[in-house]
């Protein structure tokens, strides 16, 4: 977020009320540094679709591809990342965004793919 204030309560109601289009672009992740050595950027947008592998907390090192994202609390949910309930109900975590590392981008979208050409499909 960017605004003039340097006071931290400033700086966190600038981010807990700004607008959706806003907070969709802060759920931005880091690209596999092994996997995308000759990508120029650093960290990507996520969407859904993308393949990332969690690297903090109790399921670190779970791999799977994104199943929501939910901007208004910016979070992330995964495929097969499931907690299991006591009435044996499995319901699914929610990720903070910058807990994960994209391993596989998901270029079904023609301008997605052409932002990133340099990268061969598997």
Excluded: C, Y
């Excluded at 969709?24 to 393949?51: M, Q």
């Excluded at 097969?80 to 009435?87: C, E, I, M, V």
């Amino acid at each position: 977020m960017n605004t003039r204030s340097s006071l931290p309560r400033r700086q966190r109601k600038a981010r807990a009320t700004a607008p959706l289009h806003k907070k969709s672009k802060e759920i931005r992740v880091h690209l596999d540094s092994e996997k995308f050595k000759d990508v120029p950027t650093k960290r990507v947008t996520l969407r859904k679709g993308d393949t990332v592998k969690i690297v903090r907390g109790s399921r670190s090192g779970h791999e799977g591809k994104v199943a929501q994202i939910n901007v208004k609390r910016r979070k992330v949910s995964i495929e097969k990342a499931l907690l299991t309930k006591a009435d044996n109900k499995e319901v699914s975590l929610w990720f903070d965004a910058t807990n994960l590392v994209i391993t596989k981008l998901d270029l079904s979208d023609p301008i997605r793919k052409e932002k990133f050409n340099m990268i061969k499909e598997e």
